[in-house]
């Protein structure tokens, strides 16, 4: 390998011969542009440029070395530049910009998502922030939590307060879990790491995205003890032979537990992502308007949309029931199974009818009710309906399943009120994610557990609780929730027919 120019490598821009610098070294990735899981344009985007932030916030290490032959590496480069930066904030630009700002000056998880609404790339933020279509259903996540209020009681001795909580057979400090969150190196070089670093010392689970920067073995090395625990977030390929090499990697490195991701078959039309991936193509030239066609079609794969739905490239969208006995058959009989993204009770109940023909025992151990953030469908019921629902019409499920939400979680009172409609444990995903930005990284992630931890304990001593158990519908009043919940054919089916079931 010898040394090359900046104006030899400019050159080589184009499909016909695309050359990038990554970390000082310059590949021709050239043959690989039609093998490139996310579509070819976002790697043109950068041809004949730097593209080593934008690589390295997405890609674990190591993908090059196991993507590229040894012959694509064409040699080094002295100087790199040529990435064309416009409108973005460069690292010290943001870091001057809030230099003063520190974890503890942030008192709520709207100090952090404003902190990183001022620190983040441009592309982190619009892959964390964004939403499908008008973002209503992100909104209506959290807005929900308003129609729930508290029946605090009086008399009660709240010196102490416990917030041990249970989740998969795990005892947490906190019924507080980090779900699937992909790409946390877009915040911080630490990414995930950075999280699992956190929620050991703070002691909660990490649910780890299918699609995190880092490989899962990198960031179970993170753990603060051999005892702490970390769930795996699968979304199934439609090549199911990557998947099962997948679980077995996981299990390997001491995962617990498998969450099959079941409410984004398909990505949901994230504008925010998607409108910033076009304005980089258009800047770097390489948008040709023939090819934007429906990628869920068929046609149009070469298609560039945002970050999200790069991600989204061969994921399985055939799954049926009968697919939880292949997932079991991967996996040894201790570690467990939850299913996450389930938004009726129809499919709760059909959930607990699951049974491993063999062995006679329960395919599935807890269900995460979550519509994706709002990420998927537009439109679709906030968790904290469907939790009420549930508990409405088929309460019978929470003896036999531990039942969670994620979804629109902005305060520690929030989560109190999760838990008093029946749920086990409270999923928080792009607050883990916003955390790490602006340097904060491990700091900023327990700076957020800490301050859901204050608020859990203020909430429980208010009301009167001092343990988790004792948290439940006593303490709350619902019939604004319950007006909008309305009759539920459907769901009142679904509950008879486990009665049924008992008879």
């Known amino acids: 390998m010898g040394t090359l120019t900046l104006d030899e490598i400019s050159q080589h821009k184009t499909a016909r011969s695309c050359w990038v610098i990554i970390r000082n070294t310059v590949y021709d990735v050239t043959d690989f542009l039609p093998d490139h899981p996310g579509g070819r344009r976002s ?34 480069v002295d100087i790199i530049g040529g990435r064309d930066t416009a409108g973005d904030k460069t690292e010290d630009e943001r ?50 939590f308003n129609l729930v209020l508290f029946r605090p009681r009086i008399f009660r001795d709240v010196t102490v307060v416990d917030t041990t909580a249970r989740m998969l057979g795990f005892k947490t400090s906190l019924p507080l879990f980090v779900s699937p969150a992909a790409l946390a190196r877009l915040a911080h070089p630490d990414g995930e790491k950075a999280i699992a670093r956190a929620c050991g010392k703070q002691g909660i689970l990490q649910m780890i995205s299918n699609n995190a920067s880092l490989r899962y073995p ?28 997948q679980l077995r990697d996981v299990v390997k490195a001491g995962c617990k537990a498998v969450v099959l991701t079941l409410d984004a078959p398909t990505p949901g039309k994230r504008e925010m992502d998607d409108r910033l991936a ?154 883990a994610l916003m955390s790490l930005a602006g340097g904060f990284g491990e700091a900023g992630v327990s700076r957020v557990i800490q301050i859901l931890r204050e608020e859990i304990e203020t909430a429980m001593r208010l009301l009167g609780a001092i343990t988790i158990d004792q948290l439940g519908p006593q303490y709350v009043n619902t019939c604004q929730l319950d007006a909008i919940l309305g009759p539920s054919p459907q769901a009142a089916a679904a509950a008879a027919a486990i009665f049924k079931a008992k008879l």
């Open 218 to 245: 990198d960031i179970v090395s993170a753990r603060v003890s051999n005892e702490q625990p970390f769930a795996f977030q699968l979304y199934v390929q439609n090549e199911r032979a990557r998947s099962e090499k």
């Open 278 to 431: 076009r304005e980089e193509a258009r800047a770097s030239g390489h948008v040709d308007e023939s090819e934007v066609l429906s990628a869920n079609s068929g046609r149009g794969k070469d298609t560039e949309g945002g970050v999200g739905r790069a991600l989204f490239q061969g994921t399985a969208g055939d799954l049926v029931w009968d697919d939880l006995n292949w997932l079991r058959k991967q996996l040894p009989d201790d570690i467990k199974i939850v299913l996450k993204g389930l938004q009726t009770v129809e499919d709760v109940v059909l959930t607990t009818q699951q049974i491993d023909k063999t062995t006679g025992k329960a395919l599935v151990d807890a269900v995460l009710l979550s519509n994706h953030g709002g990420r998927a469908l537009e439109g679709s019921s906030p968790p904290l309906l469907i939790l009420e629902e549930l508990r409405t019409y088929a309460p019978d499920v929470f003896q036999t399943l531990e039942v969670y939400v994620d979804g629109g979680i902005r305060r520690g009172t929030d989560i109190v009120k999760a838990l008093c409609l029946g749920a086990t444990q409270v999923g928080i995903g792009r607050p």
């Open 43 to 76: 790697i043109l985007r950068f041809a004949g440029k730097d593209a080593t932030t934008d690589f390295e916030g997405i890609h674990p290490p190591g993908t090059l070395e196991e993507t590229l032959p040894e012959s694509a590496k064409l040699g080094t």
């Open 95 to 144: 870091d001057a910009n809030l230099a003063a700002e520190t974890p503890e000056d942030m008192l709520n998880i709207a100090d952090i998502e404003d902190h990183a609404s001022r620190t983040l790339s441009k592309k982190a933020w619009a892959y964390y922030f964004s939403a499908s279509d008008d973002m209503r259903t992100k909104i209506y996540n959290n807005t929900i």
